[in-house]
């Protein structure tokens, strides 16, 4: 046999090729399904996390609003309406300031003085304002007639249906200004001519007025009032610095504010815009929304669940005490994720994107309480100084001394929890209110400048 066919074939080199390739193949099979265990993964985390405060008998809008029932509480517009009863005719002041704002006279010239910059505390109006001033308070006569018809009945239903005619309503509110002002001027000529009874005549308007407003659950209403509290704080230091108003007339003023004094009212407003949806009253496109099936429901599903959900921490927490209130709040902003890329995607498959951009405005103006109780808090401590200082012939050299004849309690600041600021000089004081959270009590992103924090809120009197 020849040498050359003695020699075997490679077996050994084919072999370990042939394991070579499996080996390849294991690694490159192993990678593939650790990929696509990892997509698997990161998508399981994505939908856990969306869903991770949801127990699966809880992802139900239903579930969410009969919660909302259950508490006593409107969960719809249809339901928002009938928990805000209208009064019988005879009854509601909404009657004569709808014949008041149809009787309003508005000033044609812009460049009318009525339009300036009303005089400072001591000091008297100008001949020329003074008269542009008495022409447009003679040409509403008929207006501030009906305006006092309307401020002596107790309750108030606007004619509109909300959310239909949100619209309607915020015309009414800009009347309900121009007739704050109109009663502003009408109290500083009759104080300018030291005529007591007229300045307390319109002081009293004023402040009943913004009463008419108290059950309003619109967000604008609400928002009108707060203005109108500040026209009659205001007022009524200009009044007080000009005339002196009699006991009887200070403390029916006093019983007024004490009326007017509301704790609750983010807790109206937030109610209410719970039950009217913004996203509702947008126009609709057939397309507009995404009915592709999720766990749990669509993403407008989803999206309505979550802003229930939000609305309903930050009605809770509009009960809660100033500092304890904006640790809640300041959770609920944390948690409305701007960057957080789920919500986002969310926001471009679901009309309820209106909804949540809309959640943080609410949250800005929390402070907006506060700025109301510290305004109707400066101004019972002003008319209760005045009436201390009308029978003792001096003011309190402090506020502690106005307990309990003419106060309950030492009146207290709202952004600060302690006593109002009170300082007497010469013959008169000034009562302020700090207007701005210490800078330890730590607030959401953004609401400070959002806010008006650090706005001066003050009562004088150098009379």
């Known amino acids: 046999m020849a040498p050359d066919t003695l020699v075997p074939p490679p077996l050994p080199l084919q072999s370990g090729n042939r394991s070579r390739r499996k080996w390849i193949i294991s690694i490159v099979v192993v990678v593939s399904m650790l990929v696509v265990t990892a997509g698997l993964g990161l998508a399981s985390w994505g939908l856990v996390r969306l869903w991770s405060s949801f127990t ?16 006593g ?11 805000y009863p209208t ?20 000033v044609t010239d812009a460049s009318s003085p009525v339009f300036g910059q009303l005089p400072q505390l001591n000091e008297e109006l100008t001949p020329e304002v003074k008269a542009a001033a008495l022409e447009h308070v003679a040409r509403n006569g008929k207006c501030l007639e009906f305006i006092h018809q309307a401020t002596e009945r107790e309750h108030c239903r606007l004619p509109f249906q909300l959310p239909a005619d949100i619209d309607v309503n915020l015309a009414h509110v800009e009347s309900f200004a121009k007739c704050g002002n109109l009663l502003a001027l009408k109290c500083l000529l009759a104080a300018e001519e030291h005529d007591c009874d007229g300045a307390f005549a319109a002081l009293n308007d004023e402040i009943r007025l913004a009463h008419t407003l108290c059950k309003e659950p619109s967000f604008m209403s609400q928002l009108f009032r707060a203005g109108l509290h500040d026209m009659f704080r205001q007022s009524l230091e200009m009044a007080l610095n000009r005339c002196p108003l009699s006991e009887a007339q200070l403390a029916r003023l006093q019983d007024a504010v004490v009326l007017e004094t509301d704790s609750e009212m983010m807790f109206k407003v937030l109610v209410a815009e719970r039950c009217i949806d913004p996203s509702a009253t947008m126009d609709r496109t057939p397309d507009s929304k995404d009915d592709s099936p999720r766990p749990g429901g669509s993403a407008e599903r989803l999206m309505r669940y979550k802003y229930l959900v939000y609305m309903g921490r930050l009605v809770d927490a509009s009960r809660l005490p100033p500092f304890e209130r904006i640790r809640a709040i300041k959770q609920v902003a944390d948690d409305l994720n701007p960057d957080d890329s789920i919500v986002s995607q969310l926001f471009h498959t679901s009309d309820m994107w209106v909804s949540f951009l809309i959640l943080p405005t609410y949250i800005s103006l929390f402070s907006d309480q506060d700025r109301y109780t510290a305004r109707t808090t400066l101004e019972q401590a002003a008319l209760a100084v ?5 029978k003792r012939g001096r003011a309190p050299s402090s506020l502690s001394e106005l307990v309990p004849e003419f106060l309950d309690a030492v009146p207290t600041d709202p952004f600060t929890m302690k006593p109002l600021s009170y300082e007497v000089h010469g013959q008169g004081y000034t009562l302020h209110s700090r207007a701005e959270y210490p800078q330890n009590v730590e607030m959401p992103k953004g609401t400070r400048k959002l806010s008006k924090l650090g706005e001066q809120l003050s009562v004088t009197v150098n009379r």
């Open 87 to 106: 009064p019988p005719d005879d009854q509601n002041a909404a009657i004569p300031l709808q014949k008041a704002f149809e009787a309003f006279r508005d």
């Open 73 to 83: 509480l409107p969960a719809t517009a249809e339901e928002l309406n009938a928990w």
């Open 386 to 390: 005045e009436r201390y200082r009308l």
């Open 56 to 71: 699966p008998e809880r992802i139900d809008v239903e579930y969410e609003l009969n919660k909302i029932r259950a508490a």
